[in-house]
């Protein structure tokens, strides 16, 4: 039941992940781009982690689509990209690609020890909120600080980016 | 019971798609784009662990992945609406103003 359920959610996921690279239109881009969000919150379900599903679900479906939608909106694309790929070094870049994923599938489905491992995991304890928080907020209190911080000069420094300034910059 | 070998897989496709679609497409927001997907893929992979083995870590990690992804789009989006401003283009191989 759980495989057939993961199976429909990778397929969805690869599927809407396609039509990222290929969709002409920047705005279709990034609604299959939310789709394949939201299938990705759906493999954290599975995998009994409930707190990322959520923020998954926050951050990248309710923020960081909505800002890419906001600029794609703001910049009138659709003038722009009238060709969809580039002209120069196409053949190299797919010969590249092709290279890359057979090394990482060969990798994976030839690792034994991915395969025969007998994972005895614990199932009430890992699908906990308590037990996540108690380890961020002991063990990783400093990166969560810095975390923090570096969000903290993403917003100024955004805001003075985008911002006008008077002599026309 | 999904194996994890599954879940492995699956990030994998999605890296490459996501790497395809940061080296061949022109537009910038399209790369953009397919840059989250990569990062998601990773993210896929940090939770798929962090539940196989019964640790907390990896969902951590993955949860700094989101946060800095977070202040990575903010930033990137900035640079864009700039550059357009100056430059009026989207297309990745006209942008050339560092060239020397």
Redesign the interface.
Known sequence: M??AF?LLI?TV??GA??M??AARN?TH??MA?MV??VQ?AA??L????P??AV??MF??VG??II??LF??M??D?QA??R??????G?TV??V??CL??GE??AL??GSDL??A?S????PD??SSVR??GE??FTE?LF?FEV?SV??L???V???I??R?TEEGG | MVPLSWYLILGAVLFVVGIAGVLLRRNVLIVLLSLELMLNSVNINLVAFSHFFGDFRGQIIAIFVIAITAAEVAVALGVLVALVRNKATLEVDEVTIMKG
Do not use: D
């Open positions: 759980e495989q993961f990778a996921a690869v992940g396609i990222v690279v920047p881009s990034a781009l394949c969000f990705v493999v954290f599975l995998l009994r982690s707190i990322l923020i998954q951050v990248y923020a960081v800002l890419f600029v794609i703001m910049l694309v722009e990209a060709t969809r790929f580039l002209k120069k196409v870049t797919i590249g690609i890359l994923g990482m599938f994976l489905l991915l395969f491992q994972l005895n995991l614990l304890q890992m037990g996540l380890v961020l990783y990166p975390a570096i969000l000069a993403a917003l420094g955004a805001i980016l985008t006008q």
